[in-house]
């Protein structure tokens, strides 16, 4: 069974960068076709997907945030993982990890999320 593990702070000053890690277990991420993918969401909002990591390596952003993103993997620890910079209280979230057959917010695996406060 795909497991997924979200790790990180979980408190980030204004204007610095938050850093996720994504720990799956059971699968591997470069299983054929899958695609590893971050979402958040807000207080008093709905998903918004942030961007994912093919199995290939391609990788992919929301338009939306695309200019603060960067997705990356380490394969040799099953990991995927996030940086946001420039972060502002607008980035407080829950942060997930998600595995599927496509970019989005539909996915067959998700991590219990972390939450993320960006405060001073």
């Known amino acids: 069974q795909v497991q997924l593990q979200e790790s990180g702070p979980g408190l980030v000053k204004p204007s610095q960068t938050l850093s996720l890690t994504c720990t799956v277990s059971?699968?591997?991420?470069?299983?054929?076709?899958?695609?590893w993918n971050w979402i958040r969401r807000s207080p008093g909002k709905g998903l918004e997907w942030m961007g994912a990591?093919?199995?290939?390596?391609?990788?992919y952003y929301s338009p939306s945030l695309k200019s603060r993103t960067s997705i990356s993997r380490d394969t040799s620890k099953n990991q995927i993982t996030l940086q946001l910079s420039s972060v502002t209280p607008e980035d407080t979230a829950v942060y997930y990890c998600?595995?599927?057959?496509?970019?989005?917010?539909?996915?067959?695996?998700w991590g219990q999320g972390t939450h993320v406060t960006v405060s001073s």
């Open positions: 998600a595995g599927g057959l496509r970019t989005g917010v539909q996915n067959n695996h």
């Open positions: 059971g699968g591997s991420i470069l299983t054929n076709y899958y695609y």
């Open positions: 990591i093919s199995y290939t390596g391609s990788i």
